[in-house]
């Protein structure tokens, strides 16, 4: 059971749009704007894309953007294409002893 | 570039110490940054479990406290990670990891090693 709740799977065709929610609570997502999102390809290591809420590392293409409502944050990945199909996980800093805590991943599959 | 590679034993059988080490290219260790460790069970999220800084100093995750150390070997840029008394919970796929802040302990992982996957087993 991860500390933060994502969807298992999402898809999307080509050139659309996906949105990939993170729900935690006031202790986490909610109470911090240290929100981060990654991608991963198995076998290969974890790529950031998002950390604090909306900011994206150098390289790191514009159609991927992160949002936060709440205790619920979000990775929007537009103009979908073939080399995005991957695990992506949300992370947030935790005002407990936990310090940092995850989400499960969430599988996306372009169509 | 900061490169980030972990290697140890891939099978540990229960009650016995897990040892993994991560070796670092491209970046000397005593030179800042808290460096951590992060595992993925299979068919489960992601767990933080430690970070320790240049310095030495360590921060670990509440549940795994009394059975985890985290060391640096800064002669060998490399730092290490011990769990004791394991049991099948603690099959695992292992990362080492550096946060995107010199001085974050365990927020915004931006460098990752590929992970070395640990079973326990009998």
């Given at each position: 059971q991860s500390a933060l709740t994502q969807p298992a799977s999402v898809s999307g065709s080509p050139g659309q749009s996906i949105t990939i929610s993170c729900t935690g609570t006031s202790s986490d997502i909610g109470g911090y704007n240290y929100v981060s999102w990654y991608q991963h390809h198995p076998g290969k290591a974890p790529k950031l894309m998002i950390y604090d809420v909306n900011y994206r590392p150098s390289g790191v293409s514009d159609r991927f953007s992160g949002s936060k409502s709440g205790n619920t944050a979000s990775l929007t990945i537009s103009g979908l294409q073939a080399e995005d199909e991957a695990d992506y996980f949300c992370s947030s800093y935790s005002g407990t002893s936990t310090l940092e805590v995850f989400g499960g991943g969430t599988k996306l599959t372009v169509l | 570039q900061v490169q980030l590679q972990e290697s140890g034993p891939g099978l540990v059988k229960p009650s016995e110490t897990l040892s993994l080490t991560c070796t670092v290219s491209g970046y000397s260790i005593s030179s800042g940054y808290y460096w951590g460790w992060i595992r993925q069970s299979p068919g489960k999220g992601l767990e933080w479990i430690g970070s320790i800084y240049h310095s030495g100093s360590a921060y670990y995750t509440p549940s795994l406290r009394?059975?985890?150390?985290i060391s640096l070997d800064t002669s060998k840029n490399h730092l290490s990670l011990k769990l004791t008394s394991v049991t099948a919970a603690d099959t695992a796929l292992y990362y080492c990891a550096r946060p995107r802040k010199a001085g974050s302990v365990a927020n915004t992982f931006d460098t990752w090693g590929q992970g070395t996957m640990v079973t326990v087993s009998s």
């Open positions: - | 009394s059975r985890v150390t």
